[in-house]
Every structure is written in C-alpha cells, then in structure tokens.
C-alpha cells in the first residue's frame, strides 16, 4: 500500500507535464518563435548583402574600375590610330610608287622615240635639227620686212653639245611666218621670243614637203599656230611649252589673220 501511495503523485506529475498549453500561450509561443526566426533571417541577409558589396565577384571590380576603363579606351583609340595611320601611310607609299613607274614609262619611251627617230611611215627617214633643207627651213626669196616674213627678226640658230636652238625673236604682237618646211628634229629647240601672253605667231607652210615633224622642242609665252594643208604629225619625245598652239591644215590668207588671230576663218581640220 505504501508503494501506491509513492506512485500516485509521480504520475500525477507526469499528467502535469505533459498538460496542453491553453490556446492563447500557444499563440503567443508561436509568435515569439516566429519573430525570432524572422529577426535570425533577417541578420543573415543583412550580412549577406554587406558581404557581397564589400566583395565583387571576382577581379570584376579591380578590372572595371573607373581609371581602368579610362585607360583601356585611351589604349584601343591609340591603337586605332596608329592602325589608321599605317594604312594611310601604305596608301600614299603604293600611290607614289605608281607615279614613279609611270614616269620612268615615258622617259622610257620618250628616250626610245629620240634614239630612233627615223620612221618608215613618215615622209622624211629623219628629221634634220635646226635650219638645213628639211628642217626648220624658210621659205625661198624670204628676206626681211618682206611680205614671207612679218612681224620677225630672221631666226638665228645655235649649235652646242649635240643639241641646236633655233630662235625667233618677235616684234610685233602678230607676226607671219612662211616656211618652206617647219620640221622640229629631236635635238631641236625652237624659241619664239615674244614680249606677252597674247602675242601670236603665224607658221604657215608654202612647201609641198608633207605634214610637219615636230619631234623636239617649241617653246613661246604666247600663242603658237601651225598651219600646213598636208598635216602635222608630233612625236613620242616632242615637248610643247607654249601659251597655246594650234595645229591645223585650214588657210588663212594674210589680210584674215591680223583680224581673226588664232581663229581661222575658212574650213579645214584643225
């Protein structure tokens, strides 16, 4: 009997542990346990967020950084640059080049057509330099002031080290030449001195010598005409330093050209 009596109140104790908690301490149980779940959540995202801003992921903030990418831009525009320039330069270098070459081509063919000036296909096999019979040769019975030769000192000539110049000294702004041939060899350099831009002299052919060659030089300030009815052929080498010049096979008597100038006024190829 004692035993029961011992036994008794331990179980009554065990029913009192074990009892319910009433509704309203079991809210508020709840409720503190959430509140501290949601405060305990709440720190570790606080610390996370601080974490993750006090470090980038990565390099990503030491590589992009403000003076880096500064740097970086200024290093890819210089290298632009630079890229620019060289093929600016490789341009200009290739350009140069092609100038070149073309240049040497026509010295090239100009030494080569003033080394072989005698041609098959033209009336004379070789045009002779300065003023002997084929060259630049004046007309018969031209003496000056007469009507073959107006407006002119008789031309001059002068030989020097292979090379001939045939000079023209002009005193009128008009003046008429009349050539029995006016061929210009490859050695030949034919001056006319006039005094200004809007001088012109007439060279009329009157020979039945076919076209005029002209394979040297002519050089005036002023206007330059060439007139032959049966043409006027210029070689490879031939070097014009004229104002203008006008080749042409149309006539023109004396009385037209000091009212018409350069401009013929009968019909004919120019």
Do not use: C
Not at 220 to 241: E, M, R, V, W, Y
Not at 244 to 266: M, V
Request: aromatic content about 4%; glycine content about 10%; hydrophobic content about 40%.
């Amino acid at each position: 009997m004692p035993s029961r009596q011992r036994v008794a109140p331990r179980a009554r104790l065990a029913q009192r542990r074990v009892a319910p908690l009433p509704p309203r301490q079991r809210i508020g149980l709840v409720s503190r346990s959430m509140l501290l779940a949601g405060t305990s959540t709440l720190a570790l995202l606080l610390t996370g967020l601080e974490d993750a801003s006090a470090r980038p992921f990565g390099n990503f903030g030491a590589i992009n950084s403000a003076p880096t990418i500064a740097s970086d831009g200024a290093t890819a525009a210089a290298q632009q640059a630079t890229e620019v320039a060289r093929q600016s330069q490789g341009a200009l270098t290739r350009a140069t080049q092609a100038i070149q070459a073309l240049q040497a081509a026509q010295a090239a063919a100009r030494g080569a057509a003033a080394a072989s000036q005698p041609s098959t296909t033209m009336p004379h096999v070789a045009v002779p330099n300065g003023p002997p019979v084929g060259g630049l040769q004046v007309a018969p019975a031209t003496v000056p002031g007469s009507a073959l030769w107006q407006g002119a000192a008789p031309p001059s000539h002068a030989a020097s080290g292979g090379q001939t110049t045939v000079t023209v000294n002009q005193t009128a702004p008009q003046a008429i030449l009349n050539w029995q041939s006016f061929n210009v060899g490859s050695q030949t350099t034919l001056n006319f001195n006039q005094q200004a831009g809007n001088w012109t002299a007439l060279n009329r052919v009157v020979g039945n010598t076919g076209p005029s060659q002209i394979h040297g030089r002519i050089n005036a300030p002023g206007q330059g005409l060439a007139s032959n009815p049966h043409g006027n052929i210029f070689g490879g080498a031939s070097q014009n330093k004229v104002g203008s010049l006008i080749a042409s096979t149309a006539a023109n008597t004396d009385p037209q050209f000091p009212a018409s100038g350069s401009h013929y006024q009968q019909s004919g190829t120019n």
